[in-house]
């Protein structure tokens, strides 16, 4: 049979990160994305403040980046409503929440529900909010981790998607126990966006399940 002359390309995945802070999780995502055998593409990177390092990388990757600052709306819903639709752009299919610090708010909930997925420094349930690490190595845990979970109204409470642990070391401080989750995160993160993206999941209760 002769050969197609067109190679089918792989369908890749619109993801859009949003990130508030220095974007090495998002960094492993752009470091992912050429090839199209991972099944996403990041198409846009949304920040709720300027001075994020984060979009720098973005900008050096060649990907449209947005700026939605409070400071910037009137108040808190019209901020959400700003979000929601500089994310809408883009028409995402995965929103990628990396080292974003904000809670997001019902609009952006209708319109993205299901298909946001938030990265955290902490085995969930433990340590949930924006300390996981500083609380957990307070808490005197021996082994912490990171998770990657489906975003819902609360505050890192949303069905798990996949966990790594991580040993804490005597004499690690908040920083250096930080970096080494951050390394295992990174990793973890690519692996299931590439997941999610290729395989497409289901949510049942409280279990998601890749590829279903
Ligand atoms: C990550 O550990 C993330 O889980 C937490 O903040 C960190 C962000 O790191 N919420 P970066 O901006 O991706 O380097």
């Given at each position: 049979m002769p050969r197609?002359?067109?190679?089918?390309?792989?369908?890749?995945?619109?993801?859009?990160?949003?990130?508030?802070?220095?974007?090495?999780?998002?960094?492993?995502?752009?470091?992912?994305?050429?090839?199209?055998?991972w099944g996403a593409r990041v198409v846009g990177v949304v920040s709720n403040r300027a001075d994020a390092p984060a979009l720098a990388r973005a900008q050096a990757a060649g990907v449209a980046t947005a700026v939605v600052a409070p400071a910037d709306f009137p108040d808190r819903p019209a901020w959400d409503e700003g979000l929601a639709r500089a994310v809408e752009v883009f028409d995402p299919e995965l929103v990628v929440?990396?080292?974003?610090?904000r809670i997001l708010g019902e609009p952006f909930l209708r319109r993205f529900g299901g298909r946001i997925v938030n990265t955290h420094?902490?085995?969930?349930p433990a340590f949930p909010g924006a300390?996981?690490?500083?609380?957990?190595?307070?808490?005197?845990?021996?082994?912490?981790?990171?998770?990657v979970h489906l975003v819902?109204?609360?505050?890192?409470?949303?069905?798990?998607?996949?966990?790594r642990?991580?040993?804490v070391l005597d004499g690690d401080d908040e920083a250096s126990l930080h970096e080494r989750i951050k390394v295992v995160e990174r990793e973890l993160?690519?692996?299931v966006v590439g997941r999610m993206a290729r395989e497409g999941f289901t949510v049942e209760g409280r279990r998601v399940v890749l590829g279903g």
């Open positions: 197609d002359p067109h190679p089918v390309v792989p369908r890749q995945a619109r993801v859009v990160v949003l990130v508030s802070g220095t974007g090495t999780n998002l960094a492993a995502l752009l470091a992912a994305h050429d090839d199209p055998a929440l990396a080292g974003f610090m420094p902490a085995l969930l300390h996981g690490v500083r609380d957990a190595l307070a808490h005197g845990v021996r082994v912490t981790g990171c998770t819902d109204a609360g505050v890192d409470t949303g069905p798990i998607v996949a966990q642990a991580v040993e993160l690519v692996d």
